[in-house]
């Protein structure tokens, strides 16, 4: 199940087997961290650009923090922040919280590469995933 911004808009759940249907997430904008909106209606992506918006949400969503999300929605990407691990197991642990939070939509069927760099204090993180419309990538800063 997708929990969005506009609940009421969503479809249908999504089965867990068996073909499954188009995908579709309200459309947003990177930059400015808003849905688009159209004349009073949210815009809809489909396909592979709706699954890549469905990831970069869920790595902005800190897990087991917000009540609104399931307790399987989410990143714990902010809890590396502050740690005294070093580089590296920091890195290791941030590639195993993107892929458990990635892997639980039945629409990703991969996380790959996972680029991970440390600069001025924060995490930026690079993914690619492979959809199953295609392949695609996702970036966060934290």
Known sequence: MSVTLFPLTQPAAVPTSGD???YREVAWDYSNNVPLVRQ????YAEGKQAVLVWAWKALQVPRFRK???TRAYGCELDS??????????????????????????????????SRINFADGRLM??????????DGEVSEIV
Do not use: C, F, H, M
Request: proline share 7%; net charge negative.
């Open 125 to 134: 993180v690079n993914v690619e995933i492979s959809t199953v419309y295609g």
């Open 20 to 22: 499954l249907p188009l």
């Open 67 to 69: 009540e609104i999300y």
């Open 80 to 113: 590396l922040i502050g740690q005294p691990y070093s580089e590296d197991t920091k890195k290791a642990e941030a590639r195993r919280y993107i892929r458990e939070a990635l892997l639980i939509n039945p629409y990703i069927t991969e996380v790959g590469n």
């Open 40 to 43: 009073g209606s949210p815009v």
